[in-house]
């Protein structure tokens, strides 16, 4: 792998980072870069995806060399295993968004049974809509409708139903592609179950077959389960509005009380952030000599509380460590995905309290408070009088906050964008077939050890927006970018002249935030919402999907069901596939004439943009518009 | 790993295997034994369970010898990755049993819809029973009351209902171990999801919190998927009775026309069965020289068809290979499961055709007929009629087929044997009070060239049968001992005193064919019924399991099912843990307490037997029994 952290030594773009990253070398304490440079060299057979373990008459490899064995002990050759195991990952990130859909479905059927205190039905517009998308009675009262269409939504994970409703949102003819190659979802839990049972060993061994089931079980996420634990979150909390906040560290406070959200779902979150504003709390906070409780975000549960609430963004996946070295942080309360395990002996190093609120998600070092329906919002108040107690011991000397803030605007959700431009699409439509506007990127993922932090994200988006492509973002992609001031409308400045006129006359910024990793699910919605504006099929759309840092198995899934939509896809980060010609080729072509979409590999951001600019020109041409 | 294979360079305890085996070495070809000893050295992480390549940030390693990195780049330690490991393999083997009892429940619907021709409901009464367990009206007609047990039966993969219903045949002091410890399993698919989620980067990071949500998903499987797969097995195609038949190579035949069966699942290879009676194409068959059309079985889905049709047995997983070295063979039909992807290269070094038919199991070089309920019947038809047609491709001079048919008598279900004692279980009970019997073992598992074939399968079960041990089987181990002799009734005379006279009072061998694979449910349900009828919970027995070769994910999974339903279970093959002495130590100790049953690794069988012979001496003791 072309490694820029390990070529160059730099860590991070940000001086905020890099100064804590310095506090904690100081400190003697361990970050993720530490551990990522002990881990090098890393193996070859397993970054090549050359190396088998799903038995134990195992573990194999396989030589790419072609001097060793070119075959496994039961016979699979490098096509087999190294489709294997990419299907193993996509079925991992479907099953952890899946199941983080499977519980926001859990909490809207107890608010339907009237068994979840503090919460409740926060957008009813958008619970009519999907009640009536799913075939609920429309004369029903609010918490009977709840739990009917909690209940509705439920079948999607099951067998019976055998498709999935919000599939029934895409063009014809995209659902057509789908049913040519066999890739109509059925079942959420349904495909990730089968695309492990077809990797068991002796079952599924030929590569397209297996890839093809990984894009089915991807499907399954991005237009269920995905799909779901976006909308319920916004019946349960809100659909995102435009929102004015603040990223970077320097959100933490140094005579407040510091409470980090850090993890994926709003649950808990939401709860925490009622019980913020609890007068008691912030008067006992007061007491304690600090002048206020101040909340703030990390990765996606800080994305989907700075969406809802506003609340300031600390950082994306590589600061998480770094926000506690801050030595600033009170509490930190995470529920799941990418938290480091790691966080628990930092958290113990400083005076911080670090809260494991899911009952699916323990680790070292953390005291266990498992969240239910039931106790939300008592734990919410908990959390945050356990964080405001701990105010006392924090030591000041200690405390290191960097930087500044930067300001952002946040909150843009598929329907606000639309009432942003007057409640109809043509706006956007016609600025598009002015040219004005090339086309629009989905710039997203995570971040990764192997690329200097936030570089890809705000490279490739800096040279998309400066050549007229809106970006829209989530996740840590959409951090970077905040951090990089892309967010503040002002940015409108960085864009190219058509696409600034554009921002400037609807008072948005170039890069538009759409939320969590989990709401991708909103751009593939945006997709399909303006192809069957237009009448066209996704993939024939000037759209395409970028993931300069990504590095978790849900990213894998996203990309997969981003491909699948219709979207070009291209990754910074190369998956482990190079050891068969076959599946490669497969994904940066195979997949063309079926789907209308393929995946690029490109380490190099600026050159992921050029590959990007070509591809939105190329559908441009296709669909008769003018084209550079 | 103590690797007697490659210590003393015996692959397998039998002639005929030996015969074939020196075949494939004159003609060239390679088989599992050459790339196994070419996959020497295997990985040592690998084994370990200290590789990670759970996302792009790694692939990680820890060194076990404390030198190098402790952590992964996340920070998981290696109580971590090991637990993350595991836990993936149990969700892998769940997912393939209980997918394979998602084909049986969508036939038992077609069935019951009308549209599957050819099938048909044979086991009314089981169909009766199980509608009752299922809340179905027991006054519906069978067809729709087929329909309405497969949809209700389909709720057990889903997420609205959160419980099992085969769980409720356990006596309630085992239901209530689980939900103490948290394992009642919901849903099927719902608890593979839940454990793909928590193996994520940053969702659960705790050995024992992972182990436990791998119990849960394994008793998903024994008490969910696995069990619908049996029971609706035993609905469309019969409950087995004891049925007498043959096994070995030789149970192919020079002068007829040899089609193997091989794989899972019954569902095709039934619609073979039948077709192979065709007097149309027997005819055709005398008229291309043969003398008739021979059927046999291979691994479990061999298992299927010699339990219900007495189909005769080829052999167990490691003789798939030289099945068609015999040159004997005109067809290969696979569904699923443990099929070794060098089949097809294999099939085309001889006229050989090689068949897949089963939509989620595409190989290389195969001719791919996708089996649907709807087109079974004359799938099976055409299968057969291939099979005929090849045979004038047939070239004696390169058949061989080493050795005698052995004979057996099959087919105990768990019905069956109490049928064979007299519709009571107080015969058994009563020879167990009395020391008679001492105990009874299920001997499972697959095999692995990790171990001499069949040797750890026979070495352990002979040792036990003279202890007055009853020994019941399934799958690989079941052909291994049939192979040996221990399944015709004169096989009492191998047993101590009093098993033998209990064993020739009733007609019976001393070891006691339940099944395939995915049958390990009869064994569980058997322990449930004797516990019931005793009043005592399932750890009470005087019961234990061994998997002396087991390779497979589904056998880690079954392996886990056991032990929390109480069952000791001795592993002859080491699963890859060592690396964390935490989990190493929860497998081998921690669970006694909460489930009242461990797992014990023990490679040289005869110490396996000493083990699991104590163990029997232990809990009859406890029970206030004579004991040794």
Known sequence: MDNQFLKNGSISIHPDVLALKDKAQKEGLETIWERFAAQQPQCGFCELGLSCRICVMGPCRIDPFGDGPQRGVCGADADIMVARNLARMVAAGAASHSDHGRDLLETLLAVGEGKAPGFGITDQAKLDRLAAEFGVAGDLPPLPKAKELAL??????????????????????????WRNLGIDPRGVDWEVTEMMHRTHMGVDNDAVSLLVQALRCALADGWGGSMIATEISDVLFGTPKPTASQVNLAVLQGDRVNLILHGHSPLVSEMVARAAQDPELVARAQELGATGINLVGLCCTGNEVLMRQGIPMAGNHLVQELALITGAVEAMVVDYQCIMPSLGDLAACYHTKFFTTSPKAKFPGATHLPFTPENGAALGRDLVAQAVENFARRRPERVLIPGAPVSQVSGFSVEVIEQALGGTWDPLLNAIKAGQIRGAV?????????????YGHTTLTRKLIENDILVVDTGCAAVAHAKAGFKRPEAAELAGPGLKAVCQALGIPPVLHMGSCVDNTRIVNLAAVLANALGVDLDQLPLAAAAPEWYSEKAATIA???VASGIYTVLGVMPPVLGSAAVTDLLLNGLETHLGATFAVEPDPAKAADLIMKHVEGKRRALGLEAR
Request: charged fraction near 25%; glycine fraction near 10%.
């Open 152 to 177: 509705a939504m439920m079948e999607e994970y099951g067998i019976k139903k055998g498709y999935l409703t919000f599939t029934r949102r895409l063009p014809a003819a995209r659902l057509e592609k």
């Open 442 to 454: 989905g710039v997203v993922g995570c971040n990764n050890p192997k690329v200097i932090h936030d």
């Open 560 to 562: 997969c069901y981003a």
